[in-house]
C-alpha cells in the first residue's frame, strides 16, 4: 500500500499540529487563516489522515464503516483507527514515530500471535498478542525504544520481558491522545 512521501514538515505546519511527533516540525512558525465550515473540515479530515498515515481511499471505506455503523460514529473510527497493526506497534513503543512502527511492520520484524504479519492495516483483535520476533530483539533501537517508552493509553497491556503487547479493550474516542474533532470529519463524509 502507498503512503505519503512529501515534505511532512510543511504539511504539519499547514495542518497547524505537529502529527509527526518530530520536535522541529513546527518551528518556523504556523499561519492562521480564517476558515469556512467545509474548510474546518477539510483541515480536521486532513489532520487525522496525516496522523494515522492513511492515504484518502483507504480512510474514506474506514469512515463510511463507521458511518453506517448502529453504534456511536466516533467510536468506531477511532477504533478502526487505533486497532491497525501499525498504530498499535507505535502505542506499544516498539517504534518511536508512527512510520518507523510502519517499517517494522512492513520488514516483518512483528508477529501477531506468533505469526508473522506484515500488513501495516492488519486489524488487531482484542486479546491479540503482538510481540517482537526474536531476531528483531538484538537491534538496539527496537530493543531500548520498547524498555523506554511508555505506553500513554489504557487499553494496551505491555509486557516488556517478552517484548510483546496486547489490545486489551476498544478504546472510546476520548481516550485517544489525537487533538482532532472527530464529528468534523464524519461531517465532511456524510455530506458526500
Do not use: C, W
Not at 505537529?18 to 465550515?37: D, I, M, T, W
Not at 531476531?135 to 531500548?144: L, M
Not at 510483546?164 to 474516542?173: E, N
Request: glycine share 6%.
Amino acid at each position: 500500500m502507498a503512503r505519503f512521501m512529501g515534505p511532512r514538515f510543511k504539511l504539519a505546519r499547514h495542518l497547524g499540529v505537529n502529527v509527526f511527533g518530530h520536535p522541529k516540525a513546527l518551528n518556523r512558525g504556523v499561519k492562521q487563516h480564517k476558515l469556512s465550515e467545509y474548510g474546518e473540515q477539510l483541515l480536521e479530515k486532513q489532520k487525522l489522515r496525516a496522523y494515522y498515515g492513511v492515504l484518502e481511499k483507504q480512510f474514506k471505506k474506514i469512515v463510511f464503516n463507521a458511518l453506517k455503523s448502529k453504534e456511536k460514529s466516533e467510536d468506531i473510527l477511532v477504533q478502526s483507527l487505533e486497532r491497525r497493526l501499525d498504530n498499535l506497534v507505535y502505542r506499544l513503543g516498539f517504534g518511536s514515530t508512527l512510520r518507523e512502527a510502519r517499517q517494522m511492520v512492513s520488514h516483518g520484524h512483528i508477529l501477531v500471535n506468533g505469526q508473522k504479519v506484515d500488513i501495516p492495516s492488519y486489524k488487531v483483535n482484542i486479546g491479540d498478542e503482538v510481540s517482537l520476533r526474536s531476531k528483531s530483539r538484538k537491534i538496539q533501537t527496537y530493543a531500548s525504544n520498547f524498555t523506554t517508552i511508555i505506553p500513554a493509553v489504557t487499553y494496551i497491556e505491555k509486557d516488556t520481558e517478552s517484548f510483546s503487547g496486547r489490545l486489551i479493550r476498544l478504546p472510546k474516542s476520548v481516550e485517544v491522545p489525537v487533538m482532532v474533532k472527530y464529528s468534523k470529519v464524519l461531517e465532511f463524509y456524510s455530506k458526500n
